[in-house]
């Protein structure tokens, strides 16, 4: 018996790093899975990697995509139990340096895909219990880093919106759990990327140097201890995996 038995996931930005981990994971727990992303050729072989797994392309942006994706988990899988609001990315610059066609991009991909992605989908998700919303924000949502004023700024909103929603389904008696995890220095593209970019002295690379680098899996199990009935009383809030680097 698998902890995901019977249950579709919906994961974006699922072509890599965390999010092919957690469909992964997902799938090893017998869920089926839809991943999106915009990476077509990445997505299309993680979801090959798995028995019932289909991989859509969608730019978390674009709002009428978000309704023929879910029609389409829908169609294929026959219900939606769970939504990973996970593809991001990161433009480095602090408050003088940002540009703001990059300060957009980011609040548009991750804030306003979140926004997207529960409003899309949250109609159609299981209403029995089953149904859980995960929200990937950060440690850069929790504490200052200058380098990263926009990313910050989303991954705060995201935690903000989160409690929203969660308190909304309560309200409304939807049965349907909405919390976000906050992850911090994980082995992943983006953090090569941010290795890559920054000087070694920036203190965001301090931190993640000090408190050691986590693995994909270390956000994937969490993914889906909230997704599956382990996560049944957790709703509203916001789950840290940073090895203490916002003690
Ligand atoms: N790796 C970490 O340490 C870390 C820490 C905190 C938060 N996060 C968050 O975790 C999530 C996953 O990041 P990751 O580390 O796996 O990075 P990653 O770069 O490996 O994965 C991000 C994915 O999002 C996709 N994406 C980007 N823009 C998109 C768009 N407009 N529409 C759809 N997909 C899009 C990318 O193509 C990529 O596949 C992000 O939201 C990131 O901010 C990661």
């Not at 996970?86 to 703001?100: H, M, P």
């Not at 159609?124 to 990313?151: C, E, Q, R, T």
């Not at 992943?188 to 203190?203: F, N, R, V």
Request: with cysteine; aromatic share 4%.
């Amino acid at each position: 018996m698998g902890k995901m038995d019977g249950k579709v996931a919906l994961i974006t930005g699922g072509a890599s790093g965390l999010g092919a981990e957690d469909a992964r994971t997902l799938a090893r727990e017998g869920a089926k899975v839809v991943i999106t992303d915009v990476q077509d050729e990445l997505g299309a072989k993680v979801a090959g990697e798995m028995p019932e797994c289909l991989y859509l392309n969608h730019d978390v942006r674009d709002e009428a995509r978000w309704g023929e994706v879910v029609a389409q988990a829908l169609d294929r899988f026959g219900r939606l139990d769970t939504l990973v609001n996970n593809a991001g990315l990161v433009r480095f610059g602090n408050i003088e340096d940002l540009s703001y066609a990059d300060y957009k991009l980011q609040v548009e991909v991750m804030l306003d895909g979140t926004f997207l992605g529960c409003r899309a989908a949250i109609p159609h998700m299981s209403k029995d219990g089953s149904g859980s919303i995960i929200n990937m924000a950060s440690v850069g949502g929790l504490k200052a880093i200058s380098a990263i004023p926009a990313y910050s700024a989303a991954k705060a909103g995201i935690i903000g919106m989160t409690r929203s929603v969660a308190i909304h389904c309560q309200e409304m008696g939807y049965r349907i759990r909405c919390n976000a995890i906050a992850p911090g220095g994980i082995v992943t593209p983006m953090t090569a990327q941010a290795i890559a970019e920054l000087p070694a002295d920036d203190p965001g690379l301090e931190q993640n140097a000090s408190h050691g680098m986590g693995d994909p899996s270390d956000v994937a199990n969490m993914v889906l201890y909230l997704a599956c009935a382990d996560g049944r009383h957790i709703t509203g809030t916001t789950i840290t995996i940073d090895n203490g680097e916002t003690m």
